[in-house]
């Protein structure tokens, strides 16, 4: 009995030692394409963004590599150091002149054991549209969105019905519920969204980071949802009431200072195709918008 507790000691001791290695010294690999010719693209630059493991740690560490003629990276799962302190990869950001920026979060977190590659297709400008953008509208759960009127009047401030307004035909969307709390440090958000007529919503990220909203170039067909539960810090692709108008946008979530509760807001960064039927939604971000 004692000799096979002895065995078995050994074996867990000599499994974590294998896990330490290739959790340290193992290599994550990323792919980079060109999304139109699915080739390597040589000498796009990668950014790593190394943060703390289990909460601990210093700051954030970058480090940058260049794609191979393969468009390959390889780096290690950690920034080098072990233990409490080692720092694991968080977000990757790529550039390469004449593309589109390319950054996400989400596949960073691997399991090394298994090694797997990412792989990522980048984009070059094809057909911009004059997208119109309007950030920082701050929604409460009694306000109504009135996009559509804001097109046709070209009037901005019409976006966002006040609770004094009634709805109108042309109501977009609103907020059922709207839900923020913080305790001992941990910020705690939701928010639902409730479509009107033929409009519906659909999420494109997590975080921002993943698929990021310049990489949307076409609204979808399909899988347009009337009601959704949104995520702090989320990204998604709607369709307007009238069936017609397709936008893409990002939600945060949030309260006033002091007032938990009483006075939670999700707070939208538009980006309208005002044309009827136009399912394009390629905006570069210095390009020239729409003043309405």
């Given amino acids: 009995m004692k000799k096979i507790t002895a065995i078995a000691i050994i074996l867990i001791v000599l499994g974590l030692i294998i896990y330490y290695f290739i959790f340290v010294f193992g290599l994550q690999t990323i792919y980079v394409y060109d999304y139109d010719t699915n080739k390597p693209v040589l000498n796009a630059q990668v950014t790593i963004d190394f943060c703390c493991l289990n909460g601990l740690g210093g700051g954030d560490i970058t480090k940058t590599y260049f ?12 920034n080098g150091t072990a233990g409490l302190f080692a720092q694991k990869p968080l977000k990757a950001d790529i550039k390469k002149e004449g593309y589109y920026e390319y950054y996400f979060g989400e596949y960073l977190a691997m399991d090394p054991f298994s090694q797997k590659a990412v792989k990522v297709k980048i984009r070059k400008p094809a057909n911009p549209q004059n997208l119109i953008v309007v950030t920082n509208i701050k929604f ?153």
Avoid: C, W
Avoid at 161 to 183: A, K, V
């Fill in 140 to 292: 409460q759960s009694s306000d109504k969105a009135d996009i559509l009127t804001a097109l046709a009047e070209k009037d901005l401030s019409k976006i966002k019905n006040y609770p004094s307004n009634i709805q109108t035909s042309n109501t977009d969307f609103n907020f059922p519920e709207i839900s923020y709390s913080s305790e001992k440090g941990k910020n705690t958000s939701s928010a639902k969204i409730q479509f009107y007529g033929e409009g519906g919503i659909q999420q494109i990220a997590k975080d921002g980071y993943y698929g990021n909203l310049e990489n949307l170039f076409a609204a979808p067909a399909q899988g347009y949802k009337q009601e959704l539960q949104l995520e702090h810090a989320g990204q998604y692709v709607a369709r307007l009431s009238d069936g017609k108008h397709y936008m893409k946008m990002q939600v945060f979530i949030d309260s006033v200072v002091g007032k938990v509760g009483e006075a939670d807001y999700v707070q939208i960064n538009f980006y309208i195709q005002p044309e009827q039927a136009n399912k394009n939604l390629e905006f570069l971000p210095n390009h020239q918008s729409i003043n309405l």
């Fill in 67 to 78: 794609t191979n003629s393969s468009g390959k990276i390889s780096f290690p799962p950690t």
